[in-house]
């Protein structure tokens, strides 16, 4: 492979490769089982303390930088991304099984996030920036000059996710907000794709030199012992962490993030089962095509996507016999696809069979069967709104193309459900327009329980805007004031800092009055653009 000829296997730390000892770490070609070479060598806790250090070293001089400077640099990651070119997309298709197709888009939407957070800081609006004028004359007692803007956090820990290699790794969304908010960044890389985090890496290391932006404020590590990784979170000089995985994998970090002895945030995003609620009038009148819509979201990518709709809620009656024909019928012509990982696999095995094992759950169909390694057969069960209810084993996750279909016998368990089922990034209701008071009444429960709620569409695919919430209640995410895509992803890296009357030599940019950043400030109660 093309890629093989430039990838060295090394750690990148503060602008330097640097060769890990701890034991070594291969990518894996998940069609085949094939080990992909280099090996990356595990970092110990001392490339931890370097990577770290340099980062601290770093921070006030990179948060000081003019944001025009911070902008570019963004833009300067993308166009190195870019600058890739098939090599980039060679090795994430060997790492991952992912289609070419998807690691293309992918590369698309790690590039637009960066260049969309360029924009954000450019605006200034992230700044928050406040100013109330002193009154001194005022009874009975004065104002002093108060001023208000946000600033960095500091050092963020970045962990890349299994599945997507691009766009929520070592150069996606986590890294992109953090390093727009004024932040360095340690990336530590998924251990599925080593190649693509290098690549990355590397994309990144070169923007940094050609934006003389200071050595520390980003490190790529590859870790092979978990005990390592947790020495990254405890790190006094990390202040804040951002993560996409599994529960039991964000819980671990949130666990180390509270034992220090100053805590600090862990933005983790989790589990999901993103529910479809398909209202009566849509079943009675379009059964067959909501059908047909839920099987394709399914089954897309595997259904390896936070995003995927694992549960569907629907009314028994009119329609729900011709939904579940068409649902049988979508699911047994799927052909099967390959899953990101071996260990990803094996989960999903693990979770179709105990959902066969419940005597409360049916199987009514399953897509093709293949006999190459790590294939995803997709899988749909259905069982009755009182059995969902009172088995809390119907909820776990299946990370794959598997979904349970709940038969209900009213509005009133439509409710109960909603009420029952644990926090989720999004909740999707199909309705017609005979539906509306029906969803009325849904409506604050579903606010409750999601960050994202969508109406007449499905929940895989994720635009990256303004507007985008990709976060919800626990366990979606360990933090649910939060999101992980959207140009509000920044706030995460953030806090407010007060000035009190200060001498106007020593006010920063954004909130003096003669406002030289040209950005929105808050003036006396007035929004000035």
């Known amino acids: 492979m093309q890629s093989n000829t430039i990838l ?71 166009d190195e991304i870019l600058a890739l070119g098939d090599t980039l997309v060679e090795r994430a298709v060997a790492e991952s099984g992912l289609l070419k197709a998807r690691i293309e ?36 007692l004065p104002r002093a000059d108060l001023r208000l803007q946000k600033i960095p956090l500091g050092p963020v820990a970045v962990f890349g996710a299994s599945n997507f290699p691009l766009a929520f790794s070592v150069a996606g969304g986590d890294t992109a907000s953090a390093l727009a908010a004024g932040c360095p960044v ?23 030199e050609k934006s003389a932006m200071p050595a520390g404020v980003f490190s790529l590590l590859f870790v092979s012992d978990n005990q390592i990784a947790g020495e990254l979170v405890a790190h006094p000089y990390i202040k804040a962490v951002g993560f996409t995985g599994s529960r039991k994998g964000g819980l671990a ?77 979508d699911t047994r012509a799927l052909n099967s696809q390959t899953m990101l990982t071996g260990g990803i696999y094996d989960a999903y095995c693990a ?9 409360k759950v049916t199987l009514v169909a399953k897509g093709q069967q293949a006999y190459t390694p790590n294939q995803c057969q997709a899988h749909v069960f259905v069982t009755e709104a009182s059995a969902f209810l009172a088995d809390l084993g119907m909820e776990d996750e299946v990370f794959g193309s598997t979904s349970l279909i709940i038969k209900c016998r009213s509005l009133e368990e439509y409710k109960a459900v909603a009420e029952h089922v644990e926090g989720q990034l999004t909740i999707t209701i199909q309705m017609n327009d005979e539906d509306v008071e029906a969803v009325r009444t849904l409506l604050p429960v579903f606010e409750r329980k999601a960050g994202r709620l969508l109406c007449n569409g499905y929940p895989t695919g994720v635009e990256v805007c303004q507007a985008m919430v990709h976060g919800g209640p626990f366990p979606a995410t360990s933090d649910s004031r939060s999101t992980s895509v959207g140009s509000s992803a920044i706030d995460r890296f953030l806090r407010p800092v007060c000035y009190q009357d200060f001498p106007e030599a020593l006010i920063p940019c954004a909130i003096k009055d003669s406002n030289p950043m040209s950005i929105p400030q808050l003036v006396d109660g007035k929004l000035i653009v």
């Open 8 to 78: 060295k296997g090394t750690s990148l730390i503060a602008g330097q490769a640097v060769l890990g000892s701890d034991k070594a770490l291969h990518g894996i070609n998940p069609a085949t089982n094939e080990a992909l070479e280099p090996g990356y060598l595990g970092c110990s806790k001392a490339h931890v303390d370097q990577a770290v250090d340099a980062a601290w070293q770093a921070f006030d001089l990179y948060r000081a930088l003019d944001i025009e400077k911070r902008a570019s640099f963004l833009e300067c990651i993308a």
């Open 351 to 359: 979770g179709v069979a105990a959902l066969e094992a419940n005597n």
């Open 186 to 208: 340690v990336a530590k890389a998924h251990p599925a794709h080593p190649g693509t985090s290098e690549l990355i890496g590397r994309a990144i290391q070169s923007a940094v």
């Open 105 to 140: 888009g992918e590369r698309g939407r790690t590039m637009g996030q960066l260049r969309l957070f360029a924009s954000v800081i450019r605006m200034g609006g992230f700044s928050d920036a406040r100013i109330d004028p002193a009154m001194p004359d005022r009874t009975p």
């Open 253 to 329: 970090l949130v666990n180390i993030a509270q034992r220090r002895p100053e805590p600090i945030p862990v933005y983790a995003e989790m589990s999901s089962i993103n529910p479809v609620f398909v209202m009566p009038s849509k079943l009675a009148t379009q059964a067959k095509k909501v059908a047909s819509g839920f099987v394709t979201s399914l089954a897309m990518g595997a259904g390896q996507f936070c995003t995927n709709p694992g549960l569907v809620v629907a009314l028994e009656g009119d329609g729900f016999d011709d939904f579940l024909a068409q649902v049988v019928a």
